[in-house]
């Protein structure tokens, strides 16, 4: 998805309603961008099966320049690299973001527990807690506080670097205390991020979208506009439009 959205600006595969609203035209471009991302130059052959614990060990052992979840690892990363060694920046074009929404069902028996709940998940500790374990925090606080600001107390340094407990936290950080990619780096790519596809079949979207760009770099090669009419028809099938 990062791929289309960078490759046709203001591309929404489903409208308000969860219709689907793409054309041949659209997605063959969001193709031909997937594939130029996914060459050979760019991509390890493995990674089109690997998981993230096979990702980071290609990262680590130095069989892949680039690492695309490197969030979730940054103090795990800063434990094998120096800062000289290592650094992070945005993707290229797009960011496409999912998340988890928090609500309450109508017929909750304990609305008042779930609503406390909520206010202690989105509160500013909370979401600190969530920028220093490699997540996206939703309050612009998490990013731009200063050395007074709140801080996150359930996420500790880590594990000690060394057996004398030297180099604890061997992490970048800014004069707030806050990871150093978080303000300059991740809090502008949020900024410029669009969302996935909003629809309530996003379980049928995501099967229909990777099932059918799977043959992508299969060794039946079929072009990008077979593709995207493949992929077309596919998703017309899945979604009402």
Same mark, same amino acid.
């Given at each position: 998805?990062? =791929?289309?959205a960078?490759?046709?600006?203001g591309?929404? @595969?489903?409208?308000?309603?969860? *219709?689907?609203?793409?054309d041949?035209?659209e997605l063959?471009?969001g193709i031909?961008?997937?594939?130029r *991302?996914?060459?050979?130059?760019?991509?390890?052959?493995?990674?089109?099966?690997?998981?993230?614990?096979?990702? #980071?060990s290609?990262?680590?052992? /130095?069989?892949?320049a !680039?690492l &695309?979840?490197?969030?979730?690892?940054? &103090? $795990?990363?800063y &434990?094998t690299?120096s800062?000289?060694q @290592? /650094?992070? =920046?945005?993707?290229?074009?797009?960011?496409?973001?999912?998340?988890?929404?928090? +609500?309450?069902t109508?017929?909750?028996?304990?609305?008042?527990k779930?609503?406390? @709940?909520i206010?202690? @998940?989105?509160?500013?500790e909370?979401?600190?807690c969530?920028l220093?374990?490699? !997540?996206?925090?939703?309050r612009?606080?998490?990013?731009?506080?200063?050395a007074d600001?709140?801080?996150?107390?359930a996420v500790g340094?880590?594990?000690?670097a060394?057996p004398? /407990?030297e180099?604890a936290?061997?992490?970048p950080?800014?004069?707030?205390?806050?990871?150093?990619? =978080?303000?300059d780096? #991740?809090?502008? +790519?949020?900024?410029? +991020?669009?969302? &996935?596809?909003? $629809?309530?079949l996003?379980? =049928?979207?995501?099967?229909? !979208?990777?099932?059918? #760009?799977?043959?992508?770099?299969?060794?039946?090669?079929?072009?990008?506009e077979v593709?995207a009419?493949?992929?077309?028809?596919?998703?017309?099938? +899945?979604?009402?439009?």
């Open positions: 998805m990062e =791929a289309f960078s490759a046709v600006p591309l929404e @595969l489903v409208d308000g309603k969860g *219709r689907y609203t793409g041949v035209d063959t471009e031909r961008e997937l594939r *991302r996914t060459e050979t130059a760019y991509t390890l052959q493995d990674a089109h099966s690997s998981d993230e614990n096979a990702s #980071l290609d990262f680590v052992e /130095g069989r892949t !680039f &695309r979840h490197w969030p979730s690892e940054y &103090r $795990t990363l &434990r690299f800062e000289g @290592l /650094g992070v =920046a945005p993707l290229p074009g797009r960011a496409v973001l999912g998340g988890q929404n928090l +609500a309450v109508g017929v909750s028996q304990r609305k008042g779930a609503a406390e @709940l206010r202690f @998940l989105t509160g500013k909370s979401e600190r969530l220093e374990a490699g !997540f996206a925090a939703t612009t606080s998490a990013y731009e506080g200063d600001g709140e801080r996150c107390t340094p880590g594990p000690s060394s004398t /407990g180099g936290d061997p992490v950080r800014d004069g707030g205390g806050r990871p150093a990619y =978080a303000r780096i #991740l809090l502008p +790519a949020l900024g410029k +991020a669009v969302h &996935r596809p909003r $629809t309530p996003y379980g =049928a979207f995501t099967q229909t !979208f990777t099932t059918r #760009l799977g043959s992508l770099h299969s060794d039946d090669v079929q072009s990008d593709l009419e493949q992929l077309d028809k596919a998703l017309r099938k +899945a979604l009402p439009h």
